[in-house]
C-alpha cells in the first residue's frame, strides 16, 4: 500500500523514481513537484482525493519547508474567485472541482477568462462519465469553446501529472486560466508516475499586488477591449501548441481505418486495438482546445483514403468540429463518429 511519506517523499533526480499511484494522488503529487502555493476546492467525486490527499499531507509537507496554503471553500464559485484573486499575487494556483461545480462557478469562470491572469492557474475539472457517482453526464469541453480557454486530456495518471506541468507553462506564458479535464477512470485507476523533485513556492514577503483596473475591473468598456485580447492570446496560443508534442500522430501498416481520439478514450482505444492486434493509424489529442486544426488537416489527408473514426468519451464534441473542418477543407473520406 502506498503511504504519504511514499506520495511525497523527497527525490533528488527527475525520473529516477517511480510510483504506482492513484490519478487523483498522482495530481497531489504534480502539484508539489510544481511549487503551488494554493489550492482552492469545493470537492467532489471524482476530483475529492486530490484536496484530501493534500490535506493529510500538510504537517509532513510543511516539515519539508513547503507551506501549502489550503481550502474548502462555500461553494465552487466561492472557490474559483478566491483562487483567482490568490494568482493576482503571482503564485501558482489550482482550483478543483467536479463536472457540475463549473455550473455553479460559471459566473466567474467566464468573466476572469476574459480579463487573463497574473501568477498561473489551473483548473482540474473532474467529469464522471456514465454517472458513478454523480447526477448527470456532462462533458465540459463545451465550456471551453464557450469560454476560449485553453484545454489539455489526460489519457491516464502518469498524463494527468505531466500535463499539469505544461498547463502551468502555457497559463504563465498566456496569462491565461487553463482547464486540465480529468474523468473517473483517470481519477480512480492507477499507473506507474515517476517522481521529480519537490519544489517550494516562492513566496516573497513584501509582495505588492499589481493594481490593473482597466484590465481586472470588468465592466463594459474594459470588457470589450478584453474580448480583443482574448482573441488575440487564443490566436497566439494555437500557434504555440502547433509544437505541442501532446497532440501527435501514431502511423500505421492497416489503413482501412484510421482513428482520432482523445482523453481517456486514447487509453480504451490502445487496448481494444492491442487485443484485436491491430495497427491502424492513430492520432492522439492531448490539447483539444484551441482546436488543433493543423495536425487534424494533416492526418485526413495522409489517410484520404480511410475511413476515420473519432473516438471520444461523453458529447460528440471532436466529431462535430472535425466534421465541420473537413466541410471546409472539402475533405472528400468518410468520417464516423458517434
Known sequence: MVTLEDIFQDVTETGKKNLVLLGNEAIARGIVELGVAGVFTYPGTPSSEIPTTLFLAKDLLKQKGYDLYLEWSTNEAVALESAYGFSFSGLRTIFVCKHVGLNVAADAF??????????????IVAEDPQMHSSQNEQDNRWYTKLANIPLFEPSDAKEAKEMLKSAFELSEKFETPVILRTV?????????VPLNPISTPPIQKDLKLKIDPPRFVCVPENARRNKIRLLERVAHISNYIVKSSWNHIKHGKQQDYAI?????AYSYTREVLNYLQMDLPLLKIGISH???KEIIIEFLKTYSSSIVLIIE???SVLETFIKKLSFEEKFSGNIIGR
Open 110 to 123: 467566464l468573466a476572469l477568462v476574459n480579463a487573463g491572469v497574473l501568477g498561473g492557474l489551473v483548473m
Open 184 to 192: 473517473t477512470r483517470i481519477a480512480h485507476s492507477r499507473a506507474d
Open 260 to 264: 482520432i481520439t482523445c482523453g481517456s
Open 290 to 292: 484551441p482546436f488543433p
Open 313 to 315: 468519451e461523453a458529447d
